[in-house]
């Protein structure tokens, strides 16, 4: 998908439009106030911010009563943002890695607070550089979620692409084992990617 200038996209709730044909239009009247208002505010915030282009879905438990595209998918080319348009949704991935692992808690398949290593057990790092504090605990998924593990944020080596590398997590875990700890666990919040993409990979083992 070509851009050009600042292609600055927004998807809110998108991957709720994989539901398929909108099954709740007809509790859309009901949302008629708010579906107005939304759309007045976005259309003024994207004036504001010269966002390119945005789609959006209202939600109603399972139904999707309300679902619209803004501005364009590819501007360049006069191509439309639709309810249907594929966007790059970043650390959104955070939100529904973390709505998982918090699923998974709540059903008792694992416990964020205890320690990374009981469900990986292949997990190590080297502890930090710096001199500080000593470790109050160790990583657990708690500090992981929350971005006070310590783990490095950046370890990229192709995280960022259009296609799933089924293999970033095995590389992640094994460079790791030489990779030192920014901080100690619980000690600053320090944004980790890498922290996340292990969740979510979970090194390619079930948490249960």
């Known amino acids: 998908m070509k851009s050009s200038g600042t292609f600055c996209l927004v998807s809110l ?10 099954g709740g239009c007809k509790k859309a009247a009901g949302y008629s106030t708010t579906i107005e208002q939304i759309t007045a505010l976005i259309e003024q915030r994207m004036q504001e911010n010269q966002v390119t282009g945005l789609s959006i879905a209202l939600v109603d438990g399972q139904d999707v009563v309300w679902a619209k595209g803004f501005g364009y998918a590819d501007k360049e080319n006069d191509v439309k943002a639709t309810t249907e348009t594929i966007y790059e949704i970043g650390s959104v991935s955070k939100t529904i890695t973390a709505t998982a692992v918090m699923q998974l808690h709540e059903q008792g398949q694992l416990d964020i607070d205890r320690p990374l290593t009981d469900y990986l057990p292949e997990f190590s790092i080297q502890p930090p550089l710096r001199s500080g504090p000593r470790p109050a605990g160790p990583i657990t998924i708690r500090t992981m979620l929350t971005h006070h593990s310590g783990i490095p944020g950046d370890l990229l080596n192709g995280a960022f692409a259009l296609e799933l590398d089924p293999d970033y997590n095995e590389w992640l875990l094994n460079d790791l084992h030489h990779e030192h700890a920014y901080y100690p666990p619980n000690f600053v919040h320090a944004y980790s990617n890498s922290a996340v993409s292990l969740l979510g990979g979970g090194g390619g083992k079930s948490f249960s």
Do not use: W
């Open 13 to 22: 709730l998108a991957f709720c439009l994989a539901l398929g044909v909108i």
